[in-house]
């Protein structure tokens, strides 16, 4: 008995000895050399798929760290690998794109960086309003942290740098370049997003969806163009449009079960040239959010049937009834595996504190390309969300103050410090968790 209380103790001492030795030497590696990485990642955003310079950066960061680096991976994407005898092969993934947006944060350190889009071919101003430069950041300080430690866990740790989240290109680019089959199929994969909508330094872990499965899709309508004052020599693609995008709402709110989330909008209705001619089309732009597949299947058929039925009920022909086309750019919903994050929150507890983890349900319904690399073949993960934004703020806020700047707000600013090295902290404690000797 007495031999089980002195175990339990040494147990306890050692396990916060463990978190505060954490926590003291990732803020002071936060100190010296991630606080300067942030900012030059923070000047220097640049667009999904032409990251050039920041995966050189994080190719030569992560080397110099001591990992196996291969470059260009689906596009710029880089794979760091750090082989530490017999264990499990753990996945780590950050994305690094930033977006077009021209930053006006205020903040001494916002980017003034401009690069050509790669959609549009303009130069257009670039900003991290997404906080993927906290996610780079903080696996370089992990990177170097485990690469420090290396008699404290085995297996192979695998870090992933992806591209083009914000286009939900990268995963699956990486997926399609055969990173499993190069570097070995995880037993594990982890990420997180660092999260405006939390405290600062606070870790958020959901036992279920903590991110959304999302469709683009587009309805183009064929009418008859006529003349403006004579509305029944054609057919009018803004009224069969307009019918269209009314009876779209009554999928979610009569058609989904109301304990089962999901959305439908529709976030741009194009049509028409002038104020007296009736346009010969309608173009409808949706984006579709679900978190199951049943739902989604529901959601997709039923804009099909309601685009093609109001074609009918408008008059229009069997081979000019609307076209619905479901884009490729489709993500499935990111959901957690209930053991493992069960696992994980213990393990954060423990090594940061009961007050450090919390399990907010998300409020929205938006979506991660991280489920690419945990779907087909089904990976166990988990997907966590790093507070970013100060308390002090969200009181402001609550006393009819500025608001807390969203994600791809210009104004969107997060603090780095608490946000990088709790990055880093829930990382470590994370992959310790997983391949501790
Ligand atoms: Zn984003
Ligand atoms: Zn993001």
Known sequence: MFKRIIGLAAILISVSAFGSDLSDAVKSDYDEYLAGLFDHFHR???????????????????????????????GTGVVAIMENGEGPLVMMRADMDGLPIEEKSGLENASRAQQKSPITGNMVYTMHACGHDVHITSMVGTARHM?????????????????????????????????????????????????????????????????????????????????????????????????????????????????????????????????????????????????????????????????????????????????????????????????????LKQAWAENMGDDAVVDIPTKGMGAEDFPFFTVEPAITSVYWAIGGTPQEAFDVEAAGGDLVPSHHSPLFKISPEPSITAGVESTVVALMALMAE
Do not use: C
């Open 44 to 74: 220097n955003p640049e667009l999904s798929t032409v990251e050039n310079e920041t995966a050189r950066r994080m190719a030569l960061e992560l080397s110099l760290a001591g990992y196996v680096v291969t470059e260009g991976v689906g």
């Open 147 to 343: 690469a420090a430690h290396k008699d404290e866990w085995k297996g192979t740790l695998m870090l992933v740098v992806q591209p083009a989240e914000e286009r939900v290109l990268g995963a699956a680019a990486m997926k399609e370049d055969d990173i499993w089959g190069r570097f070995g199929t995880p037993d594990y994969a982890l990420a997180f997003h660092v999260s405006s909508n939390d405290v600062a330094g606070i870790i958020n872990v959901s036992e279920g969806s903590p991110y959304a499965g999302a469709d683009t899709v587009d309805i183009i309508i064929h009418g008859v163009g006529a003349h403006g004052a004579h509305p029944h020599r054609g057919k009018d693609p803004i009224v069969l449009g307009s019918q269209i995008v009314l009876a779209l709402q009554t999928l979610v709110a009569r058609e989904l079960s109301p304990r089962d989330p999901g959305v439908v909008t529709v976030g741009s209705f194009h049509s028409g040239t002038k104020h007296n001619i009736i346009s010969d089309r309608a173009h409808l732009q949706l984006t579709v959010r679900n978190t199951s597949n049943e739902t989604r299947e529901l959601l997709l058929n039923g804009i099909k049937r309601i685009a093609e039925n109001m074609g009918r009920v408008a008059g229009l022909p069997e081979d000019k009834l609307p076209e619905v086309i479901i884009s490729n750019e489709s993500v499935p919903p990111t959901i957690n595996d209930a053991a493992l994050a069960r696992r």
